[in-house]
């Protein structure tokens, strides 16, 4: 190391991305939890909150493990937020779609997301914000073959 070398650990991205995503995280989760919901449900939800959609385009949107999705989809038609059945097309397929009491719960969860990204973003315009939101959406986030 030199001396003359400035960066903290804040002036790392990955770091600093990592250290505001744990601080997001635990807001969304406490505003979610008024639903009883996980960031995952909600999501999931959101997905659902236009239309229904198979449960493949689900595993797609989400980036999950179709077991995964499974068990997210256990806990939403338990609760009754969601409903899936066989597509008369194709019996093989799954279509999920929202049930009212989802719809109820999903304008819940976005009036509390609403809040926390009001706090969280406070300090940034609408412009900053839309540029931060297609700036993260390039950021890579699925994992490559690098090791640690």
């Known amino acids: 190391m030199t001396a003359d070398r400035t960066e903290g650990p804040l002036d790392r991205l990955g770091l600093l991305l990592a250290w505001h995503g744990r601080i ?21 939800l959101m997905h659902l909150g236009t239309d229904p959609m198979s449960q493949q385009s689900l595993v797609d949107k989400l980036d999950v493990d179709p077991s995964v999705l ?48 009001s706090e969280l973003f406070a300090d ?3 412009q900053e914000r839309t540029t931060l939101r297609d700036l993260l959406n390039r950021v890579a986030s699925t994992p490559s073959d690098y090791e640690c």
């Open 24 to 44: 997001s995280d635990a807001w969304i989760r406490r505003a979610l939890s008024t639903t009883g919901l996980t960031p995952r449900h909600a999501m999931t």
């Open 70 to 117: 499974v068990a997210i989809l256990n806990d939403l038609e338990g609760g009754e937020l969601v409903h899936r059945r066989r597509d008369p097309a194709d019996r093989r397929r799954h279509i999920v779609e929202i049930t009212p009491e989802g719809l109820l719960t999903l304008g819940t969860l976005e009036t509390a997301l609403t809040k926390v990204e």
């Open 124 to 126: 940034l315009s609408q």
